[in-house]
């Protein structure tokens, strides 16, 4: 069964083929404009689930291509071959009423294909499905929400939002991060193409699922399973860090948010306005009053480089935008538009912008 | 058109079953089955009009990565509308109700349905859900996705989630009269002589369609009613917040699901049949094998309903049997395709319109099936679910599969549902511009797919662009496709030339009848004699 054992660097011409054919279609270099971040093709997978999900698909489309080429074939062959002539004269065609040889060979055949196909991804699938969780692994809680994603890193003790921070695998010592997947309201599902594959997050059901990334970069991904209007922008970003950059990340993270001795007049007056309006009741800064759970965490609000689940940039004009008329940026999303003067906005952001 | 030689101009019948009787009376009160097939006939296109303007404004908004012409929420509801009316109005009555209504009288020698009555009933059973569905609609949409998924369809859409899932409860049992009717129809009215192994191959996928009707439709209709009273009264059956499971759900809707597929493809397998055996004048290759895949796609079909389910955490191994099942439900579509294909060898290949939509059906259908192939093996389908790529496979199936057979299966029996002839070259083209339309808009989607474009996207990465214009082109190529035949049969229906009782030189009950048929159909009942698509003997086979 040696065949059955994915080895890309075994199937590269065939993923060199099919890399070339579609990155003219994908424009796979290019990510969104101002973002040095990368595709979402499978075709350069990064993760050990992905590795074995793109080899998998490499066999199965061997094997349907195949089919494919000989029915097809065979039906264009009858087809011209036997065409009505123009000189038909209506006679009708010696009459063949079937033959059990024939019937028997393309049952059975069809038969042992998909034993085969069913074996080889059952075996994969199993593999990815029941792996064991090492006790090096990091684990994150992915809470989602109608459209963003909570991440708890319950291991150090602090709530972040919309960027997930992750420490590189290196596959002859993995360090794999596993994730358990959880739902506050309706149905998502998690899914970041060139790590693993999907699962869905499902209110009362937790699932889990684990990537283990080859290279520190960025990874793209979006929610799988509609949930509701602004389910397109409800999108994924997965930091690979060395080991050394995740710690330090983890160690910024756990500090607490600015007291106001340490931010200017606006600023100071921004917080008051923050912990005195309908903010708090869904946004939490920590070490403030502020501790609502049903929009993102803002404790660290400017270490992320985008707002609105991954929707635009976090520049300041981008903040203020979307506090000021959210449906601008992500129409339907739950964010309410904030009734105050147009000073109170500059104040609020300001505040926001001290969130490091 | 090549026929087989006429000499003499062949005449519509003095009396038939359209001039019967004049007036909206004799149309909106009739019992007769072919009648009411044209009822269904004018419902139906209708639905699919409105279901096709819905695409066609779906894939031009996806021109522009941001969406060109409208807000998320309205692209949302309009894929939801799209799936429901395709699904609950276009093709599952489709065929069925249509050609079926029509057909299986006359194929087995009958005189009507077994219960005709009924069968108007269920016409207007369904007008009434359609009136109810498309009121949802207009008065602003549900925005849930046609699966309907909970709890976001029963505690988080604004839509009118209500009056929507009432239409579809309705539609259900007019589904449930169809196939309850054509059952006993099929087992009490045939002709004597007509036994089930000479049957037409139409008859045993209607007969297969109509037992998923009966048995698949009414899970739906309680699911419906569990979603009403979890929306309306607040009964927790769904939402875990009221103490329901939203699993469970998925359960009931893919049992149904799954089933409601091969509703949908069923007819048109049996319509194939008919197609190649008129369209190369020869039997059916391997008849049985062809008439028990169907009874075997119909059992299958209600085992595999977790195939849908493989990211939601279901046990593995339970992964694993839905797995093998699903490519268990590929065996029997396999050795339909081979025995159609072993039907064309040596045969007498016509290159009119039915046969041009069956060469066109099974390479797309090919296509299709083998795509599920990717998406019955569980490690290829957590990367591929929920995908363009599933979009374009079961389109490859509903479309390049069901509605060119309905399409094949019109052109075939137009000259006998009216007695006229429809322009010949203007079908072919229209054929190959549906068939060439269709590949450009749906081919391009599964490379969307492997590529990572979610399905239910109002705005997606600007990458996906030059895929998606491409896929908005092909579908504006087919709309151009579907609209030919809506102009060239309205005109055929008035000023086309005569056609005579069998202008296909094609075996079966149904060419031994005048064009437009009798409001009886037989004069004398039919006594059965040989068996289906007699080809290669002299004469029909009419006692």
Known sequence: MRFLKFDNSKAGWALQILVVLASPLSGASAGPPGDPSTSTSIFRPASTPADSILG????????????????????????????????????????????????????????????????????????????????????????????????????????????????VSDPKDPSPTFLTLLSADTDHSFWVPRLA???????????????????????????????????????????????????????????????NAQMDQEAAEGKRIFEGTACINCHAVRGTVANGRFGPDLTHLMSRDTIAAGAVPNTPANLRLWIQTPDAIKPGSLMPAMNLSDEDFDRLAAYLLTLH | MSTVAVEVTPTLPEVHYLNADYGWRSWLFTTDHKR?????????????????LMATLMRLNLVEPQGALMEPASYNKLFTAHGLIMIFFFL????????????????????????????????????????????????????????????????????HVLSAAVGIFISGFSSILTGLNFMVTI???????????????????????????????????????????????????????????????????????????????????????ELVAAGCRKRVFGYSFVAFSSVAIAAISFMVWGLHMFLTGQSVYAGFVFSALSFAVAIPSAIKVFNWTATMHKASVSYDAPMLYAIGFIGLFTIGGLTGLFLASLGTDVHLHDTYFVVAHFHYVMVGGAIMGYLGGLHLWWPKMTGKLYPEAWARFACLLVFAGFNLTFGPQFILGYLGMPRRYAVYPPEFQVLNVMSSAGASILAVGYFIPLVYFTWSAFKGPVAGPNPWGAKGLEWTIPSPPPTNNFDVTPIVTQEAYAYGHEEAHVG
């Open chain 1, 197 to 259: 594959g999907k699962t869905d997050l499902i209110p009362n059901h937790p699932n889990t699922t684990w990537i283990d990334p080859h290279e520190a970069g960025l990874y793209l991904g979006q929610c799988a399973q509609y949930c509701g209007t602004q389910h397109a922008k409800m999108l994924l970003r997965v930091y690979v860090q060395t080991r050394a950059d995740f710690d330090s990340w983890v160690k910024a993270q756990q500090q607490s948010s600015p007291v």
């Open chain 2, 36 to 52: 009411i097939a044209w009822l269904y006939l004018f419902a139906i296109t209708g639905f699919f009009a409105v279901g096709g």
């Open chain 2, 187 to 273: 087992h009490k009215m045939r002709a004597p002589g007509m036994t089930w192994f000479r049957l037409p191959l139409f008859i045993w996928s209607l007969y297969a369609t109509s037992v998923i009707f009966v048995l698949a439709m009414p899970v739906i209709a309680i699911t419906l009613a569990l979603i009403a009273l979890e929306r309306v009264f607040h009964v927790g059956i769904f939402d875990p917040a009221l103490g329901g499971d939203p699993i469970l759900f998925q359960h009931l809707f893919w049992f149904f699901g799954h089933p409601e597929v091969y509703i949908l493809i069923l007819p048109s397998m049996g319509v194939i049949s």
């Open chain 1, 56 to 167: 998998l698909s490499l066999f199965v489309f061997a094997i349907t291509g195949t089919i494919f080429l000989i029915v097809a074939g065979l039906l264009i062959y009858s087809a011209v071959k036997f065409r009505r002539r123009r000189n038909d004269d209506g006679r009708e065609p010696a009459q063949i009423y079937g033959s059990n040889q024939l019937e028997l060979a393309w049952t059975v055949i069809p038969v042992l294909i998909v034993v085969v196909l069913f074996l080889t991804a059952a075996r994969v699938i199993h593999a990815i499905q029941d792996a064991r969780k090492p006790a090096n692994a990091t684990e994150v809680t992915v809470v989602g929400h109608q459209f963003w994603w909570e991440y708890r890193y319950s291991q150090f003790d602090f709530v972040t939002a919309n960027e997930l921070h992750v420490p």
């Open chain 2, 92 to 159: 599952a009555p489709s065929i069925p109700t249509v050609l079926g209504n029509f057909l299986i009288p006359i194929m087995i020698g009958a005189r009507d349905v077994a219960f005709p009555k009924l069968n108007l009933l269920s016409w207007y059973i369904f007008m009434l859900a359609g009136s109810v569905f498309m009121l949802a609609v207009i008065r602003g949409g549900v925005d849930t996705g046609w699966t309907l998924y909970t709890p976001l369809s029963t505690t988080y859409a604004n839509g």
